[in-house]
């Protein structure tokens, strides 16, 4: 069901806070990068991370896309999505279209947030290869990648589950957010994840009123 039908079913029924992590793909590859060894800078990535929906919406002005699009363009690439006339990238774009193909790869930002996002997997995968994990010369394919992000997203929603069991309070969990029946203080979760897991992620919260 689309997320206005279930928040409101949710919020009948008690579950009247929401909580998401912010940017969680790119957030979460981005601190695997760092953990990994990463030093070169990324300035386009920690400026999208501060304020993700300046650059969305500005990325969907450019290329004539909705905000929902451009969001899964830059998600895409993060998680190994390839440019060209039959990758996964250009399905996303109005009945294929090649004005706004041409558009996203003119795109300023789009390609300097790429070049950069190629430094991440770049850390991440000399880490693998130290580690043993992949062999010389081997590819980190978009579906490696995407496992790579659910383990992490994984271990971060399991600190947040401990938490919450702790108080004792109705939650749901879904994907990179949960649904539950108490504030809980996101800024103190967020110190929880940074003590346990040595990373850094921001949590969005919003109250569903008593109007619903």
């Known amino acids: 069901y689309p997320n206005a039908i279930r928040r409101e079913a949710f919020a009948r029924s008690g579950y009247r806070w929401?909580?998401?992590?912010?940017?969680?793909?790119?957030?979460?590859?981005?601190?695997l990068a760092r953990s990994s060894g990463l030093t070169k800078p990324i300035?386009?990535?920690?400026?999208?991370?501060?304020d993700p929906n300046k650059y969305r919406n500005n990325l969907a002005q450019e290329?004539?896309?909705?905000?929902?699009?451009?969001?899964?363009?830059?998600?895409m690439k993060f998680a190994g999505a390839r440019m060209g006339p039959f990758g996964s990238i250009v399905k996303q774009l109005p009945d294929n279209s090649t004005l706004h193909y041409q558009r996203l790869k003119d795109n300023e930002f789009y390609n300097a947030i790429s070049e950069e996002i190629k430094l991440l997997w770049s850390a991440i995968r000399k880490d693998l290869f130290l580690k043993g994990e992949v062999e010389p010369g081997e590819k980190l394919t978009s579906r490696y990648k995407w496992n790579m992000f659910f383990k992490e997203e994984a271990q971060?929603?399991?600190?947040?589950?401990?938490q919450l069991n702790k108080?004792?309070?109705?939650?749901?969990?879904?994907?990179d957010g949960w649904?539950?029946?108490?504030?809980?203080?996101?800024?103190?979760l967020r110190l929880l994840v940074r003590k346990c897991l040595g990373i850094s992620v921001r949590f969005e919260v919003e109250h569903i009123g008593d109007s619903v």
């Open 18 to 31: 929401e909580y998401d992590i912010v940017s969680a793909a790119p957030t979460l590859i981005t601190e």
């Open 43 to 50: 300035p386009t990535i920690e400026a999208y991370l501060v």
């Open 63 to 75: 290329v004539g896309v909705t905000p929902k699009v451009a969001k899964q363009l830059i998600i």
């Open 156 to 162: 971060v929603m399991s600190v947040v589950r401990k």
């Open 167 to 175: 108080t004792g309070m109705k939650y749901f969990l879904e994907h």
């Open 179 to 188: 649904r539950c029946s108490r504030y809980i203080d996101e800024v103190s």
